[in-house]
């Protein structure tokens, strides 16, 4: 199907990653209470892979790269931010961490990747800081980015040819 002949939005596609970050947030917040935060950001990814399998080559590398950024990001934020400020500045560290991460895949596949960095952002900062909870975070993250990769995946790139 040409990119004329698809629809401007993807519905199906919008709501199926909804629902994948969402219970990705959820099952990861409650199997590992003790390092929820953690285990949802990584929850998130694992969830989000049987939804981008058949969109991107080799998906199996973004559950990695989500899981590798959400705990690099967290340790910094556990490290090197005072206490007081975790809830403030979770989602403007973990945000652009994982969204570079992400970018790195993406731009070989789709134009304009690098808006994702920039709503991954948007999205991790409203779900963790601005209306945090454990099924408001999933829901709000998942509805800003799902909504933008929809657009994204409207615009691939050619595939490279093989030798």
Excluded: C
């Excluded at 058949?54 to 989500?66: G, S």
């Amino acid at each position: 199907m040409s990119r004329q002949e698809r629809p401007a939005f993807d519905a199906v596609f919008w709501f199926q990653w909804i629902m994948a970050t969402t219970l990705g947030w959820i099952l990861g917040s409650l199997l590992l209470v003790n390092i929820s935060p953690v285990a949802a950001g990584v929850g998130v990814g694992v969830m989000q892979w049987p939804v981008l399998y058949h969109r991107l080559p080799r998906a199996w590398r973004w559950p990695l790269a989500t899981a590798v950024a959400w705990i690099g990001g967290s340790l910094f934020v556990l490290i090197a931010v005072p206490a007081e400020l975790h809830i403030v500045l979770k989602g403007l560290v973990l945000g652009p961490l994982v969204g570079l991460a992400q970018w790195l895949i993406l731009r070989q596949h789709v134009y304009w990747a690098g808006w994702w960095i920039v709503v991954s952002t948007m999205a991790w900062i409203t779900g963790l800081t601005l209306l945090p909870g454990t099924l408001s975070t999933g829901a709000l993250s998942g509805a800003l980015t799902g909504a933008v990769l929809a657009l994204l995946f409207h615009y691939p790139k050619p595939a490279l040819a093989q030798p």
